[in-house]
């Protein structure tokens, strides 16, 4: 028997849920509010998530963002049933990861269909096999709300980063200065000895050195990064042919001779229509030196990072 999730502050709705579902053979289990709900959905792993938006303590969005950023729970279809529906509210559900926006003036057929359709659509995604579920667990409403403010903490967080990266192109002078903002960007968020924008159509990169560095580690760093170019673009990009802008203000380069390069991160630029316009890289004398942190900021950075330098591009060769 398939077990299903209901979340209202409404004794009303949870009784109509529950009986709707309940004859079509689901086993539903009703939560009173958001967090609740969630300590619910841990305690039972259940297929599907019905939360209504509007609750006490946790919302609906919030409840379904904690879901669909875990990956305990991501796989679990939730649907989301209010009163509200503008085209924003619509919107920020899709924004929050749920699967489904009914309203809640729906009839009980729209109801079975809808719940039947998502249970069908994840099945198909696992290709028939059963759902894989981690053991039940018990949270306190004090770690649901400490996962809420983690959650909101990394959110405010991304819209930082993303933030910075897409001030530039109100900020910055010229392409080259565009080029150089996103690297002092990243030099703000993530730590590293080098860091490079490696531009395909101008074979040109950009270096910003961040620590001592040595020539080792630099030549390494420069060759990784046309191989990561190379490979995302799936054209010969040689070391050889690249000109190299460094940014070295406080002359680290060559201050240690003996450091090889032991970390490289790379991630594509992809410009407008989704061409592959260079590479953002980044590399680091230290071992493991970019965990998941660095790696989540790289994939903030690179759209917004991707689009400014295009759109400096374009600008550029309008204005010439």
């Not at 998941?292 to 991707?306: K, S």
Request: hydrophobic content about 45%.
């Amino acid at each position: 028997m398939q077990t299903v999730v209901i979340a209202d502050d409404s004794a009303t709705l949870r009784r109509i849920v529950t009986s709707v579902l309940s004859r079509e053979g689901y086993d539903v289990i009703p939560a009173e509010d958001g967090v609740e709900a969630v300590q619910t959905v841990f305690r039972t792993m259940p297929d599907l998530v019905i939360l209504d938006v509007q609750m006490p303590r946790v919302s609906g969005y919030v409840a379904t963002r904690l879901l669909k950023d875990d990956w305990q729970t991501l796989d679990i279809p939730v649907l989301l049933l209010t009163s509200l529906d503008a085209a924003s509210d619509r919107y920020w559900g899709a924004q929050t990861g749920a699967d489904r926006y009914l309203t809640k003036d729906f009839e009980a057929p729209q109801l079975v269909a809808a719940v039947a359709e998502l249970l069908a659509e994840a099945d198909k995604a696992r290709a028939g096999h059963p759902p894989l579920r981690p053991e039940p667990f018990e949270l306190s409403s004090d770690d649901v709300l400490s996962r809420v403010c983690d959650l909101l903490d990394r959110k405010l967080f991304e819209t930082s980063v993303a933030a910075e990266v897409t001030a530039l192109a109100a900020t910055t002078q010229d392409f080259e200065h565009t080029v150089a903002g996103v690297l002092e960007v990243m030099k703000r968020f993530v730590d590293y000895d080098l860091a490079t924008v490696l531009l395909l159509d101008e074979q040109t990169t950009y270096v910003s050195v961040a620590k001592e560095t040595s020539q080792q580690h630099y030549t390494e760093f420069v060759a990784a990064a046309a191989d990561a170019a190379a490979a995302a673009s799936g054209q010969d990009v040689p070391v050889a042919g690249l000109d190299v802008r460094m940014a070295d203000p406080d002359g680290l380069l060559g201050e240690d001779d003996e450091a090889r390069m032991a970390t490289f991160l790379s991630m594509p630029l992809k410009g407008h229509g989704g061409r592959v316009i260079g590479v953002l890289a980044l590399a680091s004398g230290s071992k493991n030196a970019f965990g998941e942190t660095a790696l989540a900021t790289l994939r903030l950075v690179d759209g917004p990072a991707a689009i400014v330098i295009d759109n400096a591009r374009l600008a550029q060769v309008r204005t010439a």
